[in-house]
């Protein structure tokens, strides 16, 4: 690497990946919340210690949290707040803690974002079988028996996703 490169290279390796999680559920479970991220509330919070001009403050709430725009129907988010900033404010305190609570009631999943892109880009359907290698903690599988349970109208039939975990080097569990 070039010297006059390296600076910027070590400051880009330190700073902190944000937080990104999906919106999971039924279709109507996910477009509550949906609607609850999106409303005005959640932009009140996010606004709420922000200082300057208008457009100043829209651009910094975008910055904060906006949806992945590669993911379907805006199930996807990413936040950018950092210990400090929920430190500092009781906006993002209360912000952290709503989305603690939802990842505690199974209607929002922690992932980061390029696992969420491997089942979007595997198109899985009922009929196909899946052997995920690399399963652990299992939010890729989680995301595409989501995908498989997407069309409420039609739920699917047999399918199968076969999960390998290696633990140990000599140890492997098989879930099906």
């Known amino acids: 690497m070039p010297e006059d490169k390296w600076n910027a290279f070590i400051s880009t390796i330190r700073t902190n990946l944000p937080v990104a999680f999906r919106i999971t559920g039924s279709k109507a479970e996910a477009k509550a919340l949906l609607k609850i991220i999106k409303s005005d509330f959640f932009k009140e919070i996010l606004n709420a210690d922000l200082d300057g001009d208008k457009e100043d403050v829209n651009s910094r709430a975008k910055t904060i949290l906006h949806s992945l725009p590669f993911y379907p129907e805006e199930l996807a988010w990413q936040l950018q707040l950092t210990r400090k900033d929920i430190r500092r404010s009781e906006a993002y305190f209360r912000l952290h803690n709503f989305l603690i609570a939802e990842t505690n009631n199974g ?70």
């Not at 290698?133 to 989501?146: D, F, N, V």
């Not at 409420?152 to 996703?161: A, D, F, H, K, V």
């Open 107 to 176: 209607s929002i999943s922690r992932q980061e974002v390029v696992s969420m892109v491997p089942p979007l880009v595997l198109d899985v359907k009922p009929s196909h079988k899946v052997l995920d290698m690399c399963a652990a903690p299992g939010s890729k599988t989680a995301q595409l028996i989501e995908m498989i349970h997407a069309d409420e109208e039609n739920p699917p039939g047999n399918w199968i996703i076969l999960i390998y975990t290696i633990k140990n080097e000599h140890n492997i569990n098989i879930n099906i």
